[in-house]
């Protein structure tokens, strides 16, 4: 069954150091999203990510965030200069259309802790 | 969006059928109704969605309220492995993000 999926599972940086985070989407999905969840709290929506554009993006989504498909398989999270709150769970997500009637599929996180 | 009540926790024994209940009372004509879970810290799983009909797959089954301001997620033969928690989110036609509440932990108990 095809599944999404995210590399490294666990990454540990220090802060002010720069990370990707990396994903694989379903290979014929044409539409792309990062979550977060920190420890204990909700999944939160990032980005969504269309046509080599961003379609949406939340306020935790600021300058420090960037995201890019940098050939036809991967979909990529950069952190520019990572904080100890962007410590957190960061899953990745893809669906074939942006419609309401089509269900989007995670894939199974990495765990990105900022020491 | 329209938002979406659920009890924050449910116990189920083993075998029987878990039954979680979500309100969205708010929701639009053109809004579905889709339940995601996630176990442990593991990546959300989909398992059902819909907008006005009962919907039934390998998972589970999704009851409807005619009026569409309650909805009911049935897994038939809870096992250990459902011990997740379960999200029910009301997701607008157009944009396409998911907005996630706390959930309902569903503990199912031999």
């Known amino acids: 069954e095809p599944e999404v999926t995210q590399t490294p599972s666990h990454q540990v940086t220090q802060m002010g150091q720069e990370v990707i985070l990396r994903c694989v989407p379903i290979s014929n999905h044409l539409y792309f999203y990062w979550y977060r969840q920190i420890l204990g709290q909700k999944v939160e929506f990032l980005v969504s990510f269309y046509n080599n554009e961003i379609s949406e993006k939340s306020e935790i989504f600021d300058d420090q965030f960037s995201v890019e498909r940098p050939d036809g398989s991967n979909f990529t999270l950069k952190i520019r200069s990572t904080k100890l709150e962007d410590s957190a769970m960061y899953f990745c997500?893809?669906?074939?259309?942006?419609?309401?009637?089509?269900?989007?599929?995670f894939g199974q996180g990495t765990r990105l802790t900022v020491v | 969006d329209a938002k979406t009540t659920q009890p924050p926790s449910m116990d189920c024994a083993e075998g029987r059928a878990a039954n979680l209940p979500c309100n969205h009372s708010t929701i639009s004509g053109n809004e579905y109704v889709y339940w995601y879970r996630q176990i442990h810290s593991q990546g959300p799983q989909y398992i059902i969605h819909g907008l006005k009909n009962n919907e039934t797959n390998e998972m589970a089954s999704l009851i409807i309220t005619e009026d569409r301001k309650s909805s009911t997620l049935i897994l038939p033969h809870a096992t250990l492995r459902d011990t997740a928690v379960y999200y029910c989110i009301v997701r607008v036609a157009r944009g396409n993000k998911l907005v996630f509440g706390a959930g309902t932990i569903l503990r199912v108990k031999s």
């Open positions: 997500a893809s669906s074939v259309r942006d419609e309401a009637n089509t269900e989007a599929f």
